[in-house]
């Protein structure tokens, strides 16, 4: 059978024609309506025996297979006495400010365009070729021009496409050992856990006729290998074709790896990359300074393109990409790390890497915005990933801001942000579901001048080697991207305050953005240890009504934890002040009964600082730590030292829904209790009161889209940290009257079976009971009794 593959001319040199230094690819590039309607100025103006947009299609035969090798010409004329192929690029700097590697690359896109055109016409001894770059900030444009014959422009082409067939048939070498080794794969575990059989079937059937699936998996039930494991056979039977696993936190990725060396160990051949932000990965950004050359350049940018090729052949040794291996591959090469990982990316077969290199606008992977039939998405944390998204699709703009910019601009620059002060200063003050189509107009224009400004400083590859402080100018970018998926979940806000005007962005309901990301992947597999309701997250999330709901059943005894429900005591805000002397009582009642290690989770740090004083002003004696707004990586990990490291009984006070609320295995004797202080819902803010107001115009329940599903999520989360394998025992404590409501209590797991207590001597002798080696029923029988 031929081997055949489908092949843009675009996808050909971009792979295969790269040379020289790696330079910004974002940097000098207008957006796609810049670029659109400047080549339509063009073309329009081009009249006689010019054509535009000339598509050219070829099957090439080559060393046994066959390429289907296509594209658009942006102008074509063959009436005089050579034939004329040429190409517009719109640009926001001059020729001369170009990359000498992205000006070749123009080139080397011109020359195929003239290679494919000698396939389908003949022999012709001469054609030219030219290139118009537009400088848009400028209205100027430059016409190069090169003269090549036909001959040279067949041999540069199938040059081009030796390279990208060799590599290819490299890949799909790989593919097809993976495929062999995963249908003789075995389940790494001598047995299934409960549930955890009948989940990986639904997962493998939902993989190999595509859909969605949503599984509530509670901690210890293995969701990550039961996950893998399936995703492994699917690829076995050709039902996929690449893996991407995306997390919301690097210590989730750290267990994917984990699990896939066991699954290695298994005998299954499996390559992986794990993507990781550049800031922790290049070696220039973290402290080796001897790789800066004397111009402050990095040492793995220059020849970057060149070195390359060897690099990426090296790379089909190593099973698995992680940090480690690819900084050592990226050393033996000298090429920069990050780049190499993005470069490898689109042709692993398992990616696996933080939310933001899918769904988020800014960071997204080019080859991930296009549609992958054989890609299928395992997305990890999924209750995560709604208030992510919302952040990723939200933007905002002070006027303020940009005044600060426009004291040291030019007076072109300091005519637009002018413009722009007084066309903000000019909105009206409202909550609307129009998008601001004349500022954004403005905006692009500011950054088409910005980013001129800078092409006349350093030259555009040194930019890769700046960091980037200018926050305001970031903002004026991702406002611009947001405003490109504003849609009908979104609203623009403005207000006026003090001399300053905002405009917001908001991303009320993530549902559309997120379905326009995975409804073109094959599958999409989403889990989490609290998915309920499973319908509501099915909602948010942008997934069809056919996705599979599944619900997997508690793995641990019920009778090692204890989950007691303080009913007696109001947390709620216009009641913090009176109660908190006996929440104090409560919290030293609860280490008193087991001394050990215990968090407190408090919903705001005004009320956390508050309670941190209160403790240790009433019980000096006991040792506390208490988590900071902004804390530093190294305050944290003295933070979780004293739970993991040190033997001192410690009271732990932290944020609902923070730091240490998820993601955070607190095993054995590190955790004895977790005290949760109030039900987790949002405050009742101002985009609280609009996303309220969203989903009610929806036709849904807007009280528990917008406050309780999403409080509930985070106090089930928090409480998640005390029990974590099957020898573990510990207490939580719930301390809000409204836990007592049915609607509440209607969202709680099945198997927590909370103890109401009505005052603190229950809670005294209900610990006290749990803590003796007696059965759970002794202990419902004190509360009872109390």
């Known amino acids: 059978m031929t081997e055949t593959l489908a092949l843009s001319v675009t996808e050909l040199v971009e792979f295969s024609a790269r040379t020289g230094d790696l330079y910004p690819e974002s940097a000098g590039g207008p957006t796609a309506l810049q670029g659109m309607l400047a080549h339509q100025k063009i073309q329009r103006a081009r009249k006689g025996d010019w054509q535009s947009e000339v598509g050219l299609k070829y099957l090439w035969p080559l060393e046994g297979a066959e390429i289907a090798l296509q594209g658009r010409v942006d102008l074509l004329n063959t009436g005089g006495e050579r034939v004329i192929i040429e190409e517009i690029k719109t640009t926001l700097q001059p020729a001369s400010r170009q990359p000498p590697g992205k000006l070749a690359l123009f080139w080397a896109q011109a020359r195929v365009y003239a290679g494919l055109y000698q396939k389908l016409h003949g022999a012709i001894a001469r054609l030219e070729l030219r290139l118009t770059l537009v400088d848009l900030p400028r209205d100027h444009s430059e016409t190069l021009s090169q003269e090549i014959d036909g001959a040279s422009a067949l ?7 030796h390279i990208y067939l060799a590599w290819h048939r490299q890949v799909d070498a790989r593919l097809a050992r993976n495929r062999a080794s995963a249908q003789l794969l075995t389940f790494p575990f001598a047995t299934y856990r409960s549930g955890q059989r009948e989940l990986a079937a639904d997962i493998y059937r939902t993989l190999r006729s595509g859909g969605a699936l949503l599984a509530e998996a509670p901690t210890g039930t293995g969701k990550t290998v039961t996950t893998l494991f399936p995703a492994c ?150 209750h995560n990933l709604a208030e992510r998204a919302r952040s990723m699709y939200s933007a905002t703009l002070d006027s303020r801001n940009l005044k600060t910019l426009a004291v040291n601009a030019s007076k072109p620059l300091r005519r637009k942000y002018k413009q722009i002060d007084r066309l903000m200063r000019g909105l009206p003050e409202q909550a609307s579901s129009e998008a601001p189509d004349a500022l954004l107009e403005q905006l692009v224009e500011l950054l088409a001048l910005r980013t001129a400004e800078m092409a006349a400083g350093p030259a ?22 947001v405003a490109q998926h504003f849609d009908a979940g979104h609203v623009c806000r403005v207000q006026h305050e003090r001399g300053n005007t905002r405009v917001q962005l908001l991303c009320l309901d993530p549902a559309i953005v997120l379905r326009e990301c995975h409804q073109q992947q094959k599958a999409v597999i989403g889990f989490s240890a609290t998915l309920s309701p499973l319908a509501f997250h099915r909602r948010l999330l942008g997934l069809p009504e056919t996705t ?19 009913d007696y005591l109001d947390t709620r805000w216009q009641a913090r002040e009176q109660s908190m002397a006996e929440l104090m009582e409560l ?31 009433q019980f000096a004696q006991h040792h ?22 040190d033997e001192q009984p410690v009271l732990g006070f932290a944020i609902l829904g923070g730091l240490f609320a998820e993601g955070v295995d607190f095993l054995g004797d590190a955790l004895h209790g977790a005290i949760v202080i109030g039900t987790g819902m949002p405050q009742p803010v101002d985009e609280q009161a609009l996303m309220s107001a969203h989903f009610e115009s929806q036709g849904l329940n807007a009280f528990q889209y917008a406050y309780q599903f999403p409080g509930m999520t985070r106090v089930l989360q928090t409480a998640g940290r005390v029990i974590r394998s099957a020898a573990d025992r510990g207490v939580i404590v719930l301390v809000d009257p409204r836990f007592a409501r049915g609607d509440f209590r209607a969202l709680m797991p099945a198997h927590w079976r909370p103890l109401p207590c009505r005052n603190r001597e ?18 419902t029988t004190a509360a009872d009794e109390a």
């Open 155 to 161: 041999a540069e082409t199938e040059r081009l496409l």
């Open 233 to 382: 056979k699917a690829l076995g039977e050709g039902h996929a074709d690449q893996v991407l696993y995306l997390t919301a936190k690097t210590t989730s990725q750290r267990q994917v790896e984990t699990t896939l060396d066991a699954l290695r160990r298994n005998d299954l051949a499996l390559d992986s990359i794990t993507l990781c932000a550049r800031d922790k990965l290049c070696p220039c950004r973290t402290g080796a300074d001897e790789l800066r050359t004397a111009e402050g350049k990095c040492a793995y940018t220059l020849d970057f393109w060149d070195r390359l090729p060897a690099a990426r052949r090296d790379s089909l040794r190593e099973p698995s990409l992680n940090r480690d291996t690819l900084l050592a591959l990226a050393h033996r090469h000298k090429v920069c790390p990050s780049a190499l990982g993005l470069h490898l990316a689109p042709w692993a077969t398992l990616v696996l890497g933080d939310y933001n290199y899918f769904f988020d606008p800014i960071t997204q992977l080019n080859a991930f915005a296009k549609g992958g039939k054989g890609r299928v998405l395992l997305v990890d944390e999924l």
């Open 460 to 481: 555009q590859e040194d930019l890769l080697n700046q960091a980037s402080d200018d926050d305001t100018g970031l903002q004026i970018h991702r406002f611009c991207a």
């Open 548 to 566: 599979v709901l599944r619900q997997l059943p508690y793995p641990f005894p019920a009778d090692h934890m204890l989950v007691l429900r303080c």
């Open 587 to 617: 919290l030293a009642a609860v280490i008193r009964a087991k001394p050990g290690k215990y968090l407190v989770f408090f919903p705001s740090y005004d009320y956390l600082s508050a309670g941190h004083q209160a403790f240790t002003e």
């Open 624 to 645: 506390t730590l208490c988590q900071q707004s902004g804390s530093s990586q190294t305050q944290q990990a003295e933070f979780l030292a004293a739970f993991f490291h």
């Open 762 to 779: 229950a809670v005294q002798q209900v610990l006290q009971t749990f803590w003796r080696p007696r059965p759970h029923s002794d202990a």
